[in-house]
């Protein structure tokens, strides 16, 4: 039975590539003394449907990539480049001769090729699996781009025996990045670090299993990524199908993070518009947990960059967080580490006192091999008193009676949700913001001043030079002041006048709130780019409250589902906070329309929500409960990716709290029953209004309905659990063909609101829990009958 197993699930690998094998591939060819030149991104030679790209694609003001990209869905994502480590000038051209393929930059001078074998090209092809080809007279391949993959495989691809994917430097720098992906001659496919700057293996942090077995890695064409042997079987799964590759665009990608990837996308123009989706094979990504797999015990800084920390995020990517008294080196790149705000002690002859030091504790967090002194016995004071009296100490690490000492740089940081009870204790100084050596300056100064300063004229002049000095200071720092960051968050600070300018005397109005209104704005040293300005015009206790709440509560997060706060304006009566702008607006004006938007879209914009709650509630440094999600609150990216925005309500518990007493808050219809109660709340109040808006998300109408014909339409999750109860869940989807094509899934997603909204906060799911049934990896059970839903 297991060998009649084992020939099924090779068929189902292998016969797709059968087939393609026998099945001609449709290209369209480019001809000898082709060009194209690197002006901008609108000149490429396209595969004959059109969904791949082979041109030119500029990186910011840097240069351009001579790359392959997807080419008919809006994030036009590059899968493979020539000249990654070497950007092409403006005016450089790639031209296709018989003697190959050139790259020359605007003088002439040869910056890469292909080809040139001695053998005669007779054309090129870029073909619909994303493979670009010089082709000779006799119909042979003579280079292909599959050969040298970048970071990318596509369908069809293969990473042979001593070939690797070499991971991008971060997000937006196409450049070789930290991390490499490489099937080895023994058999083993193997994540490594790389020792940068040498392009050598550093530390190794996931592998296949696959010793002596392993001949290469395949993604075939069914949208199966797997180890083959030499014999063709398969003999590692790495991830499976969850959709087709007719119907989607399919890539496995290792990110600039460190994680290897598969993504699918939908092919159809109709649903296009929605974002790269993640398939994991068994729910278990690659490597399951970055930041505990990657300890580099010689050199390197583990899963972040040095004096950084790693917590493991949504979908299981890295998230890089500074510790206390830290702030990130490049906050455009936070895997580059953080530097220290000022030094944590000097060695010639800092008192050693409380009063000048205090210590962070973070609980379950780690920096191995960092240490260079430790001690057994010791309790958790002794531990202090030992790094507060050594000039070298900037944190310990104390678990169970013993005692480290760390020293800058701090490397392999990770968060560990799951360890041994230890905590990381960080030294922090009080007054980090004037060192120690500016003090003694400025008390040099003052004496002197007193010595050389002996009359009443003297000193009145000296009185006026210092106050025309502490005003030229002041201008100067209120110039700068748009640079500055603030402490621990990486946030900018603004001035009123330097907003006023950005919005136009906030001219440009995009939303109004209970405190204030939102506004556009253009950050001129900010390369133009669009942002919203929140000016907060109530701004008696609860404005003033709300400024505070938003500020620490999002100023500590950092989460692709989360609205990002860039800075704010303190100034006198001036209460202004700045976000990204986010270009297709909110949740609400998206759905609340007459035509209802795809549904495949819908989901994930219902799966991004959830995350960004999850990260909130579970992942967060502090445990935040919204208090006010609905789809007014949650906004809309580019890639329409669901963003969490308005955090003035939020409540930041503390880290041995699981509840708050506070007053009722949040919008008619999404809150919760037990604010009526007058008992402590938890984060379940959040769980609550994300079940109503997942049933308005899913069903694409509001709430409540005071006009509804029907009265037993007016309040929606009462409809929508009567649909669910009498098997008519098809009625909720009327008029939404993609919807009903799919019931499966909209009956998931309806049961899963129906726990949300459970009169019973013990009773909902966590937002972990919502998310794993979202997703399909545990099974929904039948909710029961919420009860008491709504209160209006």
Known sequence: MALATSYILYFLLCFPMILLLTTAQAQTNISLGSSLIAINNNMSWKSPLGDFAFGFQQIGKDGFLLAIWFSNIPQ?????????????????????????LFLKGPAGDVMWSRGNTGTSVAYAAMLDTGNFVLVDTNLVNLWESFSEPTDTLLPTQTLPQGRKLVARYSEMNYSTGRFFLTMQTDGNLVLYTRKVPLDAANTGYWNSKTLHDGHLLRFNQSGFI?????????????????????????RATLEFDGIFVHY??????????????????SSTPIPPNICTSLTEVGTGSGACGFNSYCRLGPEQRPNCLCPSGYSFIDSNNEMKGCRQLAEAQNCSGDSHDADNFYFDAMENVDFPYSDYEDFYPMDEDQCRKACLGDCFCVAVIFRRSSCWKLQNPLRNGRADSEGDGGKALIKVRKDYSTTKSEKKHISAVVLVGISVISSSVLLLLLATFLVLFHFKRSARVAQAQHTQSMPGMNLQTFRYEELEKATDGF???????????????????????????????????????????EVSAIGHTHHKNLVRLIGFCNEAQHRLLVYEYMTKGSLASFIFRPSRPNWHQRTQIALGIARGLFYLHEECST?????????????????????????????????????TATGIRGTKGYVAPEWFKNVPITVKVDVYSYGILLLELICCRKSFEADAKDESKMVLADWAYDCYKDGKLYILMENDGEAMSDMKMVEKYVMVSIWCIQEDPSIRPTMKKVIQMLEGSIEVPIPPNPSSILSF
Not at 226 to 250: K, M, P, Q
Not at 264 to 281: A, D, L, R, V
Not at 531 to 547: D, N, R, S, T
């Open 264 to 281: 699918f996308h939908p092919k159809s123009s109709s649903t296009s518009s929605g974002g790269w989706s993640m398939i994991w094979y």
């Open 507 to 549: 001219r440009e109005q995009l939303g109004r709130g209970a405190f204030g209104t939102v506004f556009q704005g253009v950050l001129s040293f900010d390369k133009g780019n669009l942002v919203a300005v929140k000016k907060l015009e109530i701004m008696m206790k609860e404005g003033e409250q709300e400024f505070e709440a």
């Open 76 to 100: 036009q994502t590059i899968i493979w480049s020539a000249n990654r480590d070497n950007l092409a000038p403006m005016g450089s051209k790639v031209e296709l001769t018989e003697f190959g």
């Open 623 to 659: 445990q935040i409960i919204h208090c006010d999600i609905k789809p007014q609150n949650i906004l809309l990216d580019e890639n329409f990716t669901a963003r969490i925005s308005d955090f003035g309500l939020a409540k930041i518990l503390k880290m041995d709290q699981t509840r």
């Open 226 to 250: 797997y180890v083959e042997a030499e014999n063709g079987t398969a003999v590692e799964i790495l991830s499976s199908n969850a959709s087709s590759t007719t119907d989607f665009y399919h």
